[in-house]
């Protein structure tokens, strides 16, 4: 069982940036490919960027080149930072190891 607190979501202006975080207890994150996801309003919930365990990274198309996924095992922590945001990165950010989920964090890009 992992259990997943996402933070670091908030407002901010286009061209901003932030810092998502998700700490996973009950088990190392170690273990696991960790994940980012995002569900704007009306939309199905994506993937946006993805640590396997070996290290490798992948991201989606939309955040690339602006988003930068990380993890520290010392930290059982995984972390999002998003540089050069947009109106459209709108949306509720879900950190995911395996089968469970976090709770989600809200990010809006607004003026």
């Known amino acids: 069982q992992v259990q997943l607190v996402e933070s670091g979501g908030g407002l901010v202006q286009p061209g901003g940036s932030l810092r998502l975080s998700c700490a996973a207890s009950?088990?190392?994150?170690?273990?696991?490919?960790m994940g980012w996801y995002r569900q704007a309003p009306g939309k199905e919930r994506e993937l946006v960027a993805e640590?396997?365990?070996?290290?490798?990274?992948s991201y989606a198309d939309s955040v690339k080149d602006r988003f930068t996924i990380s993890r520290s095992s010392a930290k059982n922590t995984v972390y999002l930072q998003m540089n050069s945001l947009k109106p459209e990165d709108t949306a509720v950010y879900y950190c995911?190891?395996?089968?469970?989920w976090g709770q989600g964090t809200q990010v809006t890009v607004s003026l």
């Open positions: 995911r190891a395996s089968v469970f």
């Open positions: 009950g088990s190392s994150s170690n273990f696991y490919t």
């Open positions: 640590s396997t365990v070996s290290g490798r990274t």
